[in-house]
């Protein structure tokens, strides 16, 4: 029962995921003054937690490089508030989703009932031990059905990665070995790409990939080892086992209309460019 969890990730994440590679996302920021790319991203993603310091938001990030995080952050509070932010944000949610899926999909009632299957969802998660979810939690629901989606699904998948970076932790992962391990992995960012989004340095990373191979989760050739694959199931199995009371409380018929409707909207969103090419292996 606990896979269904693994399963709404993979079909609904791209529904909030998209708001990181949209253009409308980088012009909003940048019409605050907030620098491109990672001062951009540290800012739009913390903000529910209002202006907290480089500190929290590299522990609740958890794969970034706290020395990244540190050159963008509080800075970035100083050129925009949180509240100003998010509203940059939300509203860079709004014109991506009406471009992506065009103003017929928006207006449909598989949109309508997928919101409201997502909120309802969201209803179960409680922040005990989930910062990240927490800051988004507080925030005011949007109106607008699509909106609303973009929100709940926020929610959602917040709420499963507090879990994942405690199930991370009981591994004995640091953030940059997990991100290191997970490149390695079909569906992982590309090693090149982690690097880059994440901030670490070709030396940091091989010393990640150097402890991975002391513990025989990679090879010498830096592939992933049964001893990794078997590690990250449990830390998979792990994470959806922590993730699953939104899926317990909606029930299994209606989680699989949530997965099934999420699913045509994430495909719909990756054919109109959502992603970007060459991220992910």
Same mark, same amino acid.
């Given at each position: ?19 990181? @590679? ?6 909003? @920021? ?25 500190? %929290? ?6 794969? @970034?490089?706290?020395? #990244? ?15 100003? %932010? ?23 009632? *598989?949109?309508?009932? *997928? ?37 709940? /699904? *926020? ?29 390695? *992995? #079909?569906?992982? @960012? ?27 989760? %990679? ?15 449990? /830390? ?46």
């Amino acid at each position: 029962m606990t896979k269904i969890a693994r399963r709404a990730k993979q079909s609904l994440e791209l529904i909030h995921a998209m708001i990181y @590679f949209a253009p409308e996302a980088a012009d909003g @920021f940048a019409g605050l003054g907030l620098a491109p790319g990672r001062m951009s991203y540290y800012a739009g993603r913390a903000a529910p937690m209002g202006p907290v310091g480089a500190g %929290v938001v590299a522990a609740t990030f958890y794969n @970034f490089n706290p020395e #990244s995080v540190a050159k963008s952050i509080p800075r970035a509070w100083s050129i925009a508030t949180p509240d100003a %932010v998010l509203a940059a944000r939300l509203k860079a949610a709004d014109e991506a989703l009406r471009r992506m899926l065009g103003e017929d999909v928006i207006a449909s009632e *598989t949109v309508a009932e *997928t919101a409201e299957l997502a909120r309802e969802a969201t209803t179960a998660c409680t922040p005990d031990g989930k910062p990240l979810y927490a800051g988004h939690a507080d925030l005011d629901w949007p109106d607008e059905p699509h909106l609303k989606l973009w929100h709940a /699904i *926020t929610l959602l998948r917040e709420f499963r990665g507090d879990a994942h970076i405690a199930a991370l932790q009981q591994a004995e992962l640091s953030g940059v070995q997990a991100l290191a391990l997970h490149s390695t *992995t #079909s569906g992982g @960012f590309t090693p090149e790409a982690a690097k880059k989004l994440r901030g670490w340095s070709d030396e940091q990373w091989a010393l990640a990939s150097r402890q991975l191979r002391e513990r025989g989760l %990679v090879d010498a050739g830096d592939e992933i080892t049964d001893a990794g694959l078997a590690l990250r199931e449990e /830390i998979e199995s792990a994470t959806d086992a922590m993730s699953m009371a939104p899926w317990s409380a909606l029930g299994e018929a209606r989680t699989e209309v949530l997965i099934r409707n999420g699913g045509r909207l994430s495909k719909a969103l990756a054919d109109a460019g959502a992603m970007p090419e060459g991220l992910r292996r």
